[in-house]
Nanobody
Framework: QVQLVESGGGLVQAGGSLRLSCAAS????????MGWYRQAPGKQRELVAS???????NYADSAKGRFTISKDNAKNTVYMQMNSLKPEDTAGYYC??????????????????WGPGTQVTVSS
């Protein structure tokens, strides 16, 4: 099995910074890509940033210039540095990863996994 665990959320004033972390553990053959989504009350979950195994990144327009996604392959961990936070960034932030596992009989299978989420609250 595979688990994703986020950390780093919290309460911060507008203009402040937070750094989210997400560590993947378990029976991992390869991590294909990782990313962060967020969901505010009453709104749909939306992509914030993603990073491929090769290091290519993608950001939502709302995150460009303020958020930076990075990863540590040795630790199977993805980070997101969030600067210049705004009240509209308040949401639950969820880590996701496309992870390939090797089944006992040798077959490789890829699935998407999600963490339980971490709350980010930005006060005005």
């Amino acid at each position: 099995q595979v688990q994703l665990v986020e950390s780093g959320g919290g309460l911060v004033q507008a203009g402040g910074s937070l750094r989210l972390s997400c560590a993947a553990s378990g029976s991992i053959f390869r991590i294909d890509h990782m990313g962060w989504y967020r969901q505010a009350p009453g709104k749909q979950r939306e992509l914030v940033a993603s990073i491929t195994s090769g290091g290519s990144t993608n950001y939502a327009d709302s995150a460009k210039g303020r958020f930076t996604i990075s990863k540590d392959n040795a630790k199977n961990t993805v980070y997101m540095q969030m600067n210049s936070l705004k009240p509209e960034d308040t949401a639950g932030y969820y880590c996701t990863a496309r992870i390939t596992r090797r089944r006992p009989w040798g077959q490789l299978v890829a699935d998407d996994y999600w963490g339980p989420g971490t709350q980010v609250t930005v006060s005005s």
